[in-house]
């Protein structure tokens, strides 16, 4: 997500999609055509048995349609992601944004903030807080802690946001430091943890008791979070006082097509009251 600000200088907040994924999968592309195209030149040049050249080709051709379909796939998501086409990224996280019970005034974490989108917003929308936005900043996306502080700086709450290096996995921070604790869609990228149950554990750890807590992730996903009935009841034993899940994936903004498991389809919000 690229912006322009009042000061016309641009803002980066980047996009889920990374250009990666489409530069990697193009390339993909390319090279199974040309094995295809290459063994097409091999049997003209010294023929060989059918099998040992035909099958082989099917292949490539086959993964060449897959990758160019992929390639097409990841293009168009990050279009309809990105602020100047469908503004889908904005609008979930905005989703998150609106389930925040806050008052406004005292310490915010946001847990995995890549360019810091969402940390911007919460210190626009809440001129008393004071917010913590920390990131590994190592995937795909290109995420960085200087275009955040840079984000931050040029949206005028630079002096209320700190961006620090940290890992969700281990929060560098004492027990109930914060009023307020948000991430969005990060858990499901923590490699170092098996338990994916864990990160919320975590998160919940350095949050105030009375104090407002909203996750957003692919909470659907069985195979991290198990039952979501069971989620629940594993987030209510570890003492919150409130605790509420909204299945975000069927939003009416999402196109369908980007409801499959690997986009947004198994995206959902946990928030409440520790
Ligand atoms: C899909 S991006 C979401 C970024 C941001 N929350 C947003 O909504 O735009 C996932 C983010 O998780 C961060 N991340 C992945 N593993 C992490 C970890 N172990 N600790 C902290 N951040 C992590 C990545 O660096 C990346 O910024």
Same mark, same amino acid.
């Given at each position: 997500?690229?912006?322009?600000?009042?000061?016309?200088?641009?803002?980066?907040?980047?996009?889920?999609?990374?250009?990666?994924?489409?530069?990697?999968?193009?390339?993909?592309?390319?090279?199974?055509?040309?094995?295809?195209?290459?063994?097409?030149r091999?049997?003209?040049?010294?023929?060989?048995?059918?099998?040992?050249?035909?099958?082989?080709?099917?292949?490539?051709?086959?993964?060449?349609?897959?990758?160019?379909?992929?390639?097409?796939?990841?293009?168009?998501?990050?279009?309809?992601?990105?602020?100047?086409?469908?503004k889908?990224?904005g609008?979930?996280?905005?989703?998150?944004?609106?389930?925040?019970?806050?008052?406004?005034?005292? +310490? /915010? %974490?946001?847990? @995995?903030?890549?360019?810091?989108?969402?940390?911007?917003? !919460? &210190?626009?929308?809440?001129? *008393?807080?004071?917010?913590?936005?920390?990131?590994?900043w190592?995937?795909?996306?290109?995420?960085?802690?200087?275009?955040?502080?840079?984000?931050?700086?040029?949206?005028?709450?630079?002096?209320?946001?700190?961006?620090?290096?940290?890992?969700?996995?281990?929060?560098?921070?004492?027990?109930?430091?914060?009023?307020?604790?948000?991430?969005?869609?990060?858990f499901?990228?923590?490699?170092?943890?098996?338990?994916?149950?864990?990160?919320?554990?975590?998160?919940? +750890? /350095? %949050?105030?008791? @009375?104090?407002?807590?909203?996750?957003?992730?692919?909470? !659907? &996903?069985?195979?991290?979070? *198990?039952?979501?009935?069971?989620?629940?009841?594993?987030?209510?034993?570890?003492?919150?006082?409130?605790?509420?899940?909204?299945?975000?994936?069927?939003?009416?903004?999402?196109?369908?097509?980007?409801?499959?498991?690997?986009?947004?389809?198994?995206?959902?919000?946990?928030?409440?009251?520790?």
């Amino acid at each position: 997500m690229k912006m322009k600000n009042g000061s016309n200088r641009k803002v980066d907040y980047g996009n889920w999609v990374s250009t990666k994924l489409i530069v990697t999968t193009a390339g993909l592309a390319c090279f199974f055509w040309l094995l295809h195209f290459g063994l097409g030149r091999i049997h003209l040049l010294k023929p060989l048995p059918y099998l040992m050249v035909e099958v082989p080709k099917m292949f490539c051709y086959l993964s060449f349609i897959l990758c160019s379909a992929g390639c097409l796939y990841f293009g168009v998501a990050r279009l309809l992601f990105s602020e100047k086409g469908g503004k889908i990224q904005g609008k979930i996280v905005g989703l998150l944004v609106d389930h925040i019970a806050w008052n406004g005034k005292g +310490r /915010v %974490v946001d847990i @995995g903030c890549g360019n810091g989108y969402l940390a911007v917003l !919460l &210190a626009k929308k809440y001129p *008393g807080a004071v917010i913590m936005a920390l990131d590994y900043w190592k995937g795909l996306w290109g995420y960085s802690q200087e275009q955040s502080e840079a984000n931050a700086k040029s949206e005028g709450v630079g002096g209320r946001i700190t961006f620090r290096r940290a890992g969700a996995a281990r929060l560098p921070f004492e027990d109930g430091t914060f009023d307020l604790a948000v991430s969005n869609l990060v858990f499901h990228e923590v490699s170092q943890v098996g338990d994916k149950k864990e990160l919320i554990k975590e998160a919940l +750890r /350095v %949050v105030k008791k @009375g104090g407002a807590f909203v996750f957003q992730d692919l909470f !659907l &996903a069985r195979n991290d979070y *198990g039952r979501k009935e069971q989620l629940m009841e594993t987030i209510k034993s570890w003492g919150v006082e409130k605790v509420y899940f909204v299945d975000t994936s069927k939003s009416k903004f999402i196109p369908f097509w980007l409801r499959l498991p690997f986009m947004v389809g198994t995206i959902a919000l946990i928030y409440g009251v520790k």
